[in-house]
């Protein structure tokens, strides 16, 4: 069933714009790196990108359950679900704790950009 009188459109406008940061390797180098900002201070970063999917809300359990409220159908849940439970997996293997720059140099984070990337495209 697909919704489109969605209950909270701000709450997706923010699922999207933490999609797009998750699927941008340009982005991430850009926006969450010190170095490449002007005042040694980055405009953005990872935290910022995965608080909306963890913290805010229960996406990283029970996706399903926004279905109608900034979630138009099942398979945006399921494609949602699957960036978190890639994003998951590396918080287990490797800690919560690590700058910016060693996840996006991991191996396993190209998997989540192009889970990211496949979801945002789906999803905008």
């Not at 990872?46 to 359950?65: A, G, I, R």
């Amino acid at each position: 069933m697909i919704n489109n009188n969605l209950k909270y459109p701000s709450m997706r406008a923010e699922l999207i714009r933490s999609l797009f940061e998750l699927s941008d390797p340009e982005y991430q180098r850009n926006k969450w790196l010190p170095e490449n900002s002007l005042d040694g201070v980055p405009d953005s970063n990872l935290d910022f990108s995965v608080h909306f999917l963890f913290d805010d809300t229960s996406l990283s359990t029970s996706p399903e359950k926004y279905i109608g409220w900034f979630l138009k159908d099942e398979r945006e849940a399921k494609l949602v679900f699957e960036v978190i439970r890639t994003l998951s997996n590396i918080f287990t293997k490797y800690g919560t704790e690590l700058e910016d720059r060693e996840y996006i140099k991991m191996p396993e984070w190209l998997d989540v950009v192009r889970k990211a990337k496949f979801a945002h495209d789906a999803i905008k």
